[in-house]
């Protein structure tokens, strides 16, 4: 018992023993102060959540609010209100506060060394944030990767290419990169080469292309559609057609009328350069001229040559 009393008298903090402790005062305290820190605890992180929420949501309510702003405000806000409520329950079991920063700065600095790279890309996210090169739902090629932008957090961002596979690239490497935002204009202008015969009548080439393209209702009058003559291939002619739709159609747009003009062609009796091959034979015991064979062109939509040549001894 007396072994006892000498651990309950002895000194353990700020000259209080433990005897000092164990006092219906002293327990209530602690109590009161557990129940406290509880409740801001719950209204805390209650609160961060509503907001966040609030402020997410407002883009949906007004179509002038860009969405990724907004989600990266509101994440913002969130975390503002957690530290705020750690510190309140801190302080309510006595902590000193002004210390707590104090040490939290230097742990910050200490971090903030030691995660350089990840500090990057969070930097590299608020400038996505605030100067908006792109925003979700753009189709974007970012550093050689397709897709549509899905989701731009704080550090990464994410795309789901044609394949809808997910892509994702750290925002120091988006920001740092160069961008092809295909979604920020309302049209787009379309682009084909069209190779025909030498022996055909331009005039009526060019009249069944114009008449082709600009027949589809997709096709945009002004500005004005250019279809001219640009090369003098090998084997073509080729026709230059630049015509300007809206920016949603522009695939579609573009792969019927590569399809349209040729059964146009076909229709009109135009002549579409394809593969020709001269082989030439040798009779037993002729010795071998030097002739050239003739070189085979290929003439596509695209506009490129393929040069193949055979000749069979």
Request: glycine share 10%.
């Amino acid at each position: 018992m007396e072994e006892l009393n000498n651990l309950i008298s002895t000194p353990i903090w700020n000259g209080n023993s433990l005897g000092d402790y164990l006092t219906i005062d002293f327990l209530a305290g602690v109590l009161g102060s557990f129940l406290g820190a509880v409740f801001i605890l719950v209204v805390g992180f209650t609160l961060a959540g509503w907001a966040n929420r609030r402020l997410s949501t407002l883009p949906q309510k007004n179509e002038r609010f860009d969405p990724t702003l907004f989600d990266f405000l509101g994440n913002i806000l969130r975390y503002a209100i957690i530290a705020f409520t750690l510190l309140f329950v801190l302080n309510t079991f006595g902590v000193q506060t002004t210390s707590v920063v104090a040490v939290i700065g230097a742990a910050g600095l200490a971090i903030g060394l030691a995660l350089q790279g990840t500090l990057s890309n969070v930097a590299a996210g608020v400038m996505i944030v605030f100067f908006r090169p792109i925003k979700q739902g753009d189709f974007v090629v970012i550093g050689g990767q397709m897709g549509t932008v899905k989701h731009i957090s704080l550090n990464f961002t994410e795309l789901a290419n044609l394949a809808n596979v997910q892509i994702i690239i750290p925002n120091s490497e988006v920001w740092g990169n160069t961008i092809t935002n295909y979604s920020v204009n309302n049209t787009r202008r379309v682009e084909w080469t069209f190779g025909v015969g030498y022996g055909t009548n331009l005039k009526k080439a060019e009249d069944i292309i114009r008449a082709t393209i600009m027949g589809d209702p997709r096709a945009h009058t002004d500005p004005e559609p250019f279809i001219q003559v640009n090369n003098l291939g090998d084997s073509s002619v080729d026709f230059l057609v630049r015509v300007w739709c809206a920016n949603s159609d522009a695939f579609a747009f573009q792969c019927d009328m590569t399809r349209a003009v040729k059964e146009a062609f076909d229709a009109g009796d135009i002549d579409i350069p394809f593969p020709n091959v001269t082989v030439s034979y040798l009779d037993e015991g002729e010795a071998p001229t030097d002739t050239k064979p003739a070189n085979t062109n290929v003439k596509g939509l695209d506009g490129d040559d393929d040069n193949d040549e055979a000749h069979v001894g």
